[in-house]
């Protein structure tokens, strides 16, 4: 059957820009081949929610229709993409307010919550350009839809593996209500505190559930007993 809007799919893609740059890929062989490889990173293939902004609006537009087996290729336009490059979002800045005031072309920074590429330095002045590196850029896309998830549980976890970048967390339904095993090192992840009220909000409109529950577990060290040793003085006294 055809995948709609709603559908929870697993996909796997490349993305390209200039002919053959790529610049995301569920492929972690072609991610390392092409330096783009991140550690962290899930590959494999995602699973998202169709229309649910998980992907590009260009690549998301283009899942509806197509069926369980599908492999092709979608060119998409800046508007559909990563937007078209505003003039506004370059700025001119002292050098003073680069990290030991050092700058260069090409130079990776955050300034005042805002990303952006070092695009030119003239004397203490340096131009930084805070548009999304792939405004105003056509980009390609080569994806499969690999699987249409069915069953309640495994759409809860590919939906978190989404989120969390960990690919089988704990999960529990009954009676229509999810319980979700949060582990401890997910507690210092800033991307996931802010993103588990939309996780509730997505698994309870796309997949029906009634209610989302976080647990939290600490794993709490006890100390080992110590056991006192009386010393020889301590005996002869208690001899006595």
Do not use: C
């Not at 783009?36 to 590959?43: A, L, Q, T, V």
């Not at 909000?201 to 007993?225: A, D, H, N, R, T």
């Amino acid at each position: 059957m055809a995948i709609e809007k709603g559908d929870i799919i697993k996909v796997s893609y490349t993305g390209k820009f200039g002919g053959d740059q790529i610049f995301d890929t569920t492929d972690e062989e072609l991610a390392k081949t092409n330096e783009i490889h991140n550690p962290r990173g899930m590959y494999g293939g995602d699973v998202v929610i169709v229309g649910a902004g998980h992907t590009i609006v260009g690549l998301d537009e283009d899942f509806p229709g197509k069926e369980v087996g599908y492999s092709g290729t979608v060119i998409i336009t800046p508007e559909k993409g990563f937007g078209e490059h505003d003039p506004k979002l370059v700025e001119n800045l002292s050098l003073t307010k680069f990290k030991d005031q050092k700058a260069y072309p090409g130079m990776n920074v955050e300034l005042d919550d805002k990303r952006g590429t070092v695009v030119k330095v003239i004397g203490r002045r340096v131009r930084v350009d805070f548009n999304h590196p792939l405004a105003g850029k056509d980009i390609h896309y080569e994806y499969s839809i690999d699987e249409k998830i069915e069953e309640p549980v495994e759409k809860v976890k590919g939906l978190l593996a989404l989120y969390t970048g960990v690919p089988d967390l704990e999960v529990a339904i009954e009676d229509n209500k999810v319980s979700i095993e949060v582990p401890a090192m997910l507690s210092f992840n800033q991307r996931w505190l802010m993103a588990k009220g939309r996780v509730a909000s997505e698994l309870i409109e796309y997949i029906g559930l009634e209610k989302v529950s976080y647990i939290e577990s600490y794993p709490v060290q006890m100390p080992e007993p110590v056991v006192e040793t009386a010393t020889e003085e301590e005996v002869t006294e208690s001899e006595e």
